[in-house]
């Protein structure tokens, strides 16, 4: 889920001053962590207690608590400030931006085995869209981008079973069957290149039209930091954008180390303290 709180950072400074480009230097000196960082974090605190509904209403309304000022939307500021425990039928992307960690419950050793996908991680995946982005393009684009982390760690891991040859060696093969599924499951379309979206690409926070241009930042993409690039090269909600592509780029390149240690730097001690306990807790999933 680091992945998703370097995009997030990287992102910060860009989502009300959008640039067009992708030669800008990745951390500036003024960026910090937003609210898509802290629900990542509080989506990751669930999954570490069990990863039921309680649990992330339970950690989404701690954690936001905590960090009050950090760009949540009006809804969603209002829910976390309230006595309810019930969602309000949001579509906005930050179902898509906290959902990360759900995605490396998934065990691609039972899918290599048995050729089924793993249903725990996806269960999770939805119960965390659904306790507040209850409707059916909130819930797509959640799964959609689990789908995609999923899909890089298994295609780029090279979890295969007997009847297939790894393909892992073949970013362009993994990136196809990536983007067909995507396609085919969740009806996005992902055929336009970033030059043809970035043009006329605005500020938007649906997961409709947020999710699929993350995505297509990542498919473009050469390696981590190219995939961050790209995402903010397009403008629109700049840090979400980045957060959902820096998922999934995770699950494919990896992230050099020291963009893992500058995104450090600016996390404060609680935050560190999440990613230090799903450091441990993540190799039992």
Not at 43 to 61: C, L, P
Not at 112 to 127: F, K
Not at 171 to 189: F, L, N
């Amino acid at each position: 889920m680091l992945g998703a709180i370097v995009g997030d950072i990287v992102g910060s400074v860009y989502e009300w001053h959008n640039i067009k480009t992708k030669d800008f230097p990745l951390f500036r000196d003024d960026c910090f962590f937003t609210d898509d960082t802290v629900m990542t974090c509080a989506v990751a605190e669930a999954v570490m207690n069990g990863g039921e509904k309680d649990a992330f209403i339970d950690a989404m309304k701690k954690y936001g608590r905590m960090y009050p000022d950090v760009g949540y939307g009006g809804r969603f500021g209002m829910w976390i400030n309230s006595d309810n425990r019930e969602p309000y039928n949001s579509f906005g992307n930050g179902s898509a931006m906290r959902v990360s960690p759900c995605a490396w419950m998934m065990d691609c050793g039972f899918c290599a085995r048995t050729g089924m996908w793993p249903s725990n991680g996806r269960d999770r995946a939805r119960l965390s869209a659904e306790v507040t982005h209850n409707h059916p393009e909130g819930i797509k684009g959640a799964m959609a981008t689990t789908d995609a982390i999923f899909m890089c760690r298994y295609y780029f891991g090279g979890y295969y079973g007997d009847y297939e040859q790894p393909i892992n060696d073949d970013p362009a093969e993994c990136k196809k069957r990536i983007k067909e599924h995507i396609e085919s499951e969740y009806g996005y379309d992902l055929s336009k290149t970033l030059d043809e979206i970035r043009p006329t690409y605005r500020f938007n926070e649906t997961c409709q039209d947020t999710v699929p241009q993350a995505i297509i930042a990542f498919l473009e993409s050469t390696d981590f930091e190219d995939a961050i690039r790209n995402a903010i090269s397009l403008g629109g909600d700049s840090d979400t954008l980045a957060t959902i592509t820096g998922s999934i780029a995770e699950a494919a390149y990896g992230i050099p180390d020291w963009i893992k240690n500058k995104a450090y730097s600016y996390l404060d001690e609680p935050l560190k303290d999440v990613l230090r306990r799903w450091k441990k807790f993540i190799p039992r999933g």
